[in-house]
Every structure is written in structure tokens, then in C-alpha cells.
């Protein structure tokens, strides 16, 4: 265990200006606290806090959080308070702990739950001081370098998952690579115990044989270089058994095709020397295509800056090349410490300076429980990136497979809500288009458009999802008010009465509701029924069965009436509706409406090549989709056959559409020949997968040659 001279001999070095007193205080009054107390282990309980403070002082962190790091856990296991903190150690160092603490005491159902719920408050935390985060990650990766003393195996499960899920995400995003690196890995062998003892077999097969080849590879890099006139320091480096399991998973490959586990890093001394290496590396050696990256002139969120690249490089190996100044390795591992205020005397950073926290903060206002907030930051954190750009040239991130939809709110949650369409690189494209590195996005807005449920089903960026989910509710809401006001009006009138919120008021405490809206919204729901509320509001009201049974059955009736008519998402309310007969849209299509003056809405498939007259007129598109219960309602599906032209042909066709549950509603022919004939048939069918069927089974029949749906 760290000796208290040798803790604050360790801050000394980097920083002269500690605070020796304070660091000395804590470090007793720490000890002093958890006393007897012991770890799984059977350690003293103290060497926990003095682990993660040493960690801390690997990164060199000023002299605040090297005491929170030794106090973090006194508030919550020992006798010690918020307020003691403050008054020993000052204003500073109580938020920091109390930032870090674990949140234990919080009486929540389940372990998800309470799971979110830390989550949620660690992110409150860390958006007023990042070293909130910095002191967490410590004494996270302190707990999994001890996890394995923990008895219970699906405790020490669950801690893994949560920090492979949660922890080393957030580690990589400030740009902690160490700190993520282990994390990953030590949680992978809790997890994956048999797949990281299969990968470090084969990593010990691979390193005994190129044991001579990396010093040569070195070599070689650095005397291209120098010969280019370029001085660059060249390092090789393993890659980890985690990153190699990920890869293996992400390319499909087995043990035995695991070969470039080398990866090499070129160290220059500024930015145009790091493009003249690229230069020179790309001259020399073949490049191996689709493994380049620039991460220099487009830098990830967390602030990481490199070039790299893949190239059969010396000795005919396949290596991986980094290139980056020494400035930007030193970010590269340190990350958010690497830009640390006690060098300069400045204030503490302020979490809400990194845009990641700014969006997690906006997804935690949209969200409506921890559980839903979880579900989307681990949406945001997961993720590779693509770069688009805005038609005015400003880059914007996204994950791997964003949508139009979600560039649409990254831009401002304003456009996404109020996005009708999307052209990439000047095409006009679904709002599910998955989005490629490079490409030009536009949105194009109207007022009267608002987020379409559908788009949840196809957006990943946890903004987005949120953003749509919040609308979804209130609308939602929205609907259970009108209805329910409707139900109730009805009801009153139906006695003799005239609805009032006064009268509504008078009975909230009997329902136990808070407001007039919840109320009515209950009942909109069919939570509550009208009539009960009637008859707190006049108990002497007496109900004549018959009456109450008409308006039962009136009530019922509406709501099934209105089910049947709403089959489709994001249909403007009162507008009529109709389908195209160009295209014969189907359940299980992806469809748009095109708003017509006085027509309505003409619901079209997605593919229709009629949708390209109006491709100039994104006002008048809508973002639709099907209901997810058609409720047994039959739609016209169109499909083209070519049949044998002799007797018993058109009968063995419509047999077969009659067995499979279709009804031919209209049969054209076409063209006829001598040996075949056309045939245009409209088939009445459920949804797309009914027409699939029917197609599949014609196709079976002798006497038809060839079958298709129509598309025109």
C-alpha cells in the first residue's frame, strides 16, 4: 500500500504548487474513516481510495481530485458526511465526492433501473466538473482489477457488462485509451473468459514467429523515411485481445485467418509532416484499399487526432500505420488530461464544453425515465462514425448507419422535427436512407410537418430516438385529451348536464389525480370510464341499464369505427386519403404521401417512379407508415403474368389465387401470342406478405410462365 509521502511525493513531481497539507489531511482522515473495514479481497478497505488516487496521478491531475479520489467512498460507507467534507476540505472537493459517490441508497425496483438512474446523475455531474468522470473511471478500473475476489459470479457478470457497456465508452470518448483499453479487457475475461484464452494463445503463436520480423519492420519504416529526408520516431505496438475478438466478429474471420495484430505508429514533429509520411508510406508500399482514415483534418468527438492507413508493408506483412505528431499522441493517450488546467491556472472544465456531454444532456431532457435514457446514450457512445457534410460545408458526425432523419437533428432538433425530406448528394432519398463517409445531406422543412413515429424505427442516434419518442407521448397525450373530453361531453349530455373543469375538479381526489387533463386523459385512455366520473360528480345520478348499455355500445362502436380507419402513421388528421394506382401500395410497404389540393393524400410506395415528378416539391411530401393492426381490411394488389395460351389457364390461375385467399377483383389481358399471353390480374390480399404468397404459389403452377408485381 502507497505510504502518505509517497502520495503527495508522486503530485509534487508533475505539480510543485500542491496543496502538501490538504493532501496529507485526506489521506489521513480517509483512513481514518473506513477503519477496519475490508474489501472482498481482504484488503484494507483504504488501499481502495489510495489505488485510484495513485491512477489519477498517472495522469497527472491537479490536486482537488487526487483528494476526492481518497474521499470518494467515505460518504457513502462510512460515518462521514457531505457536510463534513465541506467544511474540512472546502466547497471544491464535497461536489467532486459527492459527484462520484455511489448512488446506493437510491430505493429503486430493480437493478436496471437503479443502473440508469446512476448513470443519469453521474452525466448531471460530470457536466459541471469532467473530473467527476476522471475520479469514476479510476475507481471503476480499480474494482474490475479486484473483481475476480468477488464470490458471486453473476455479480461479477453484471459489473463487467455495465462496464464494457457503459464505462469504457465513456473512457474512450475523453479520449482515455488506456483507461478504456484495460477496461474492455478485463471485463472481456470475465465476460468471454474461453474467447480471450483462444485469442492470447494464438496472439503467443503469432508473436513467437514475428518476434524478429517487428524490429526489422521498424527498421525499414524508418530508413523510407529518413531517406525522403522525414526524422520520425517509429514504435510498434500489440493490438488487444478485445479489439481482436470485436474485429473478428465485425469481419467474420476464424482463429486461424487473425494475422495483422501489429500495428505501427510514426511520430513527426508537426502537421505537414505527418501528410509528407503519408506520402512517403504510400510511394513505398502497396496500400490495401477501404483502411484509410483521416482523423486529423475530421477528429473524432473525443478530440483524437491520427492518420491511418494499411499497407503490405516491409518483410510482405500486412501492418497497420499510424501516423500523428507528438501533441496529438499525447492526447491520444492522456485525452481530456492531457489538456489539464493546473498548467495554466485556470478553473476546473466545464463538462458542457464537450459536445458528446451537450447532446446526452439534451437526450436526458427528452427522455421519460432512466431506463429510456440508458437505452439511448448507449445508442450514442457505441458507435463508429460517419462524417457528412451540411450543403454550406460543415461537417457533422454521426454513427454508423444514421439516416437522414438523424442528420436532420443533429443539425438543430428544430429541423428534425420539422424535416420532410432529404436530398443526398443532390438526390432526393427516403428519410431512411443509411448515410456513407462524404456525403452532402439537405434537408428540406415545412412548418406544418412534425416528427412521423415511423422514424423511430430507423433512427440510431439516441438524440433523435428521444426527441421522436418525447413527441410521440405528447401527441399521444394529446389524442387521450380529445377523446376523453368527447367520451366525457357525451356522457354528460347524454343526463342533461353540460361538462365543466369545475366540476371536474371538485372529483380529483377520488380518482387520486392531480390535475383536470389527467383526469380527462384517463379517460381517453379507457382507464377510467365516463360514466364512473358522471356519477362522482351527481351521486344521486341513477343509471337506467338500458341507456347505459346504448352508450356502452356507442362508445365502443366509435372506438372500433376509428380503429378501422386509422391503418396509417403520420397521416394529417381530417385529411382524406386514398391509394395510387400506379404503384398499389400494400401493409408491408414502405410508403410516402404526396399532398394533392382537394384530393387529399395519395399514399404511393417508396420505389414508385411516379414520385419523381414531385421531387421538386418536398412541401407536399409525408413520412407514412402502416398501423401495426390492419384489422383484417383487404387492399388491391396488382401483379403481371405471362401464362401458357390454351384452355384451363385462366381457371388453374384464379384456382390458385382462390386457395391461397386472394379474390380477383380485375383481369386484363394485355398481348396475346400463339403459344403465350399477358395478363394484368388486381388480387384482393391482406398485406404484402398475402400477394407474396399468392405470387409464389402461381409461380409453382404449370400452366404460368412467369409472375411479377406490377410497379406500374
Given amino acids: 500500500m502507497m505510504r502518505q509521502f509517497e502520495l503527495v511525493e508522486r503530485v509534487r513531481a508533475y505539480d510543485p504548487n500542491v496543496d502538501e497539507d490538504a493532501l496529507n489531511r485526506a489521506y489521513v482522515y480517509a483512513m481514518k474513516m473506513h477503519g477496519s473495514q475490508t474489501r472482498a479481497s481482504g484488503d484494507p478497505y483504504f488501499a481502495h481510495p489510495l489505488d485510484v488516487a495513485g491512477i489519477l496521478t498517472q495522469y497527472k491531475l491537479d490536486s482537488s481530485s487526487i483528494i476526492t479520489a481518497l474521499l470518494h467512498d467515505t460518504v457513502e460507507d462510512t460515518a462521514a458526511t457531505l457536510e463534513d467534507i465541506r467544511t474540512l476540505f472546502g466547497p471544491e472537493v464535497a461536489r467532486l465526492v459527492d459527484g462520484v459517490t455511489k448512488l446506493s441508497r437510491l430505493q429503486i425496483s430493480s437493478d436496471h433501473a437503479k443502473q440508469a438512474e446512476n448513470f443519469r446523475k453521474l452525466l448531471l455531474a460530470m457536466s459541471q466538473d469532467i473530473r467527476v468522470l476522471l475520479v469514476k473511471l479510476a475507481d471503476r478500473l480499480h474494482n474490475m482489477r479486484t473483481l475476480h475476489f468477488i464470490k458471486n459470479p453473476e455479480k461479477r457478470s453484471r459489473i463487467a457488462a455495465e462496464t464494457i457497456e457503459i464505462y469504457a465508452p465513456l473512457a474512450e470518448r475523453i479520449g482515455m485509451a488506456a483507461i478504456k483499453t484495460e477496461l474492455e479487457d478485463l471485463a472481456f475475461r470475465e465476460l468471454h473468459p474461453d474467447a480471450k484464452a483462444a485469442i492470447e494463445t494464438r496472439l503467443a503463436f503469432l508473436r513467437k514467429q514475428g518476434e524478429a520480423v517487428v524490429p526489422k519492420v521498424i527498421a525499414q519504416l524508418q530508413a523510407t523515411l529518413h531517406e525522403h529526408g522525414l526524422e520520425a520516431d517509429v514504435t510498434g505496438r500489440e493490438k488487444t485481445p478485445y479489439s481482436i475478438w470485436q474485429k473478428m466478429g465485425r469481419k467474420n474471420i476464424n482463429m486461424e485467418q487473425l494475422t495483422d495484430i501489429l500495428a505501427f505508429r510514426i511520430q513527426v514533429q508537426d502537421l505537414e509532416s505527418c501528410y509528407k509520411a503519408l506520402g512517403i508510406i504510400h510511394a513505398s508500399y502497396p496500400m490495401i484499399p477501404d483502411r484509410f482514415k483521416d482523423y486529423i483534418s475530421t477528429p473524432k468527438r473525443n478530440g483524437y487526432q491520427s492518420i491511418h492507413t494499411a499497407v503490405i508493408g516491409p518483410e510482405k506483412l500486412r501492418i497497420e500505420v499510424q501516423i500523428r505528431t507528438k501533441n496529438m499522441h499525447e492526447v491520444a493517450e492522456l485525452g481530456v488530461a492531457a489538456h489539464w488546467s493546473y498548467k495554466q491556472g485556470s478553473p476546473a472544465m466545464d463538462g458542457r464544453q464537450y459536445r458528446w456531454i451537450r447532446e446526452l444532456l439534451e437526450i436526458l431532457d427528452h427522455t421519460a425515465s432512466p431506463e429510456e435514457f440508458l437505452e439511448h446514450t448507449k445508442l450514442e457512445m457505441f458507435s463508429d462514425q460517419v462524417f457528412c457534410f451540411t450543403p454550406k460545408g460543415e461537417l457533422i458526425s454521426l454513427p454508423s448507419g444514421a439516416t437522414p432523419v438523424d442528420f436532420a437533428y443533429a443539425v438543430h432538433t428544430e429541423v428534425g422535427d420539422r424535416c420532410v425530406s432529404a436530398k443526398v448528394n443532390g438526390r432526393l432519398v427516403p428519410l431512411r436512407q443509411v448515410l456513407r463517409n462524404g456525403d452532402q445531406v439537405e434537408i428540406a422543412t415545412s412548418k406544418a410537418q412534425t416528427p412521423s413515429p415511423e422514424w423511430e424505427r430507423f433512427a440510431v442516434t439516441g438524440k433523435a430516438r428521444a426527441r421522436i419518442r418525447k413527441f410521440v407521448r405528447l401527441r399521444r397525450r394529446d389524442e387521450y385529451l380529445a377523446l376523453g373530453r368527447q367520451l366525457l361531453e357525451r356522457a354528460f349530455r347524454t343526463e342533461g348536464y353540460v361538462l365543466s373543469d369545475k366540476a371536474l ?75 395510387a394506382k400506379c404503384c398499389h401500395p400494400l401493409p408491408g410497404d414502405r410508403i410516402v404521401g404526396i399532398v394533392t389540393t382537394g384530393k387529399g393524400i395519395t399514399i404511393h410506395t417508396i420505389d414508385c417512379e411516379q414520385l419523381e415528378q414531385f421531387n421538386d416539391e418536398p412541401e407536399r411530401w409525408l413520412d407514412l407508415a402502416w398501423d401495426d393492426e390492419i384489422n383484417g381490411q ?22 390458385v389465387i382462390a386457395k391461397n385467399k386472394g379474390n380477383v377483383t380485375n383481369l386484363k389481358t394485355t398481348s396475346r401470342q400463339r403459344d403465350f399471353c399477358d395478363i394484368i390480374v388486381d388480387v384482393e390480399v391482406q398485406d404484402l406478405r398475402h400477394l407474396t404468397n399468392i405470387i409464389a404459389a402461381l409461380r409453382a403452377t404449370p400452366a404460368i410462365n412467369y409472375v411479377e408485381r406490377a410497379r406500374h
Fill in 505 to 579: 375538479d371538485g372529483v380529483l381526489k377520488i380518482f387520486r389525480h392531480t390535475a383536470v387533463e389527467d383526469l380527462i386523459a384517463a379517460v381517453g385512455e379507457g382507464v377510467l370510464p365516463a360514466r364512473e366520473v358522471l356519477q362522482a360528480v351527481y351521486p344521486g345520478l341513477k343509471v337506467l341499464p338500458r341507456l347505459a348499455t346504448m352508450v356502452t355500445n356507442a362508445r365502443t362502436r366509435k372506438k372500433s369505427d376509428t380503429a378501422e380507419r386509422l391503418t396509417i402513421k403520420g397521416m394529417i388528421p381530417g385529411m382524406a386519403m386514398h391509394f
Fill in 634 to 655: 383487404v387492399h388491391v394488389g396488382r401483379v403481371n403474368v405471362v401464362m401458357t395460351n390454351e384452355p384451363g389457364s385462366v381457371a388453374a390461375m384464379t384456382t
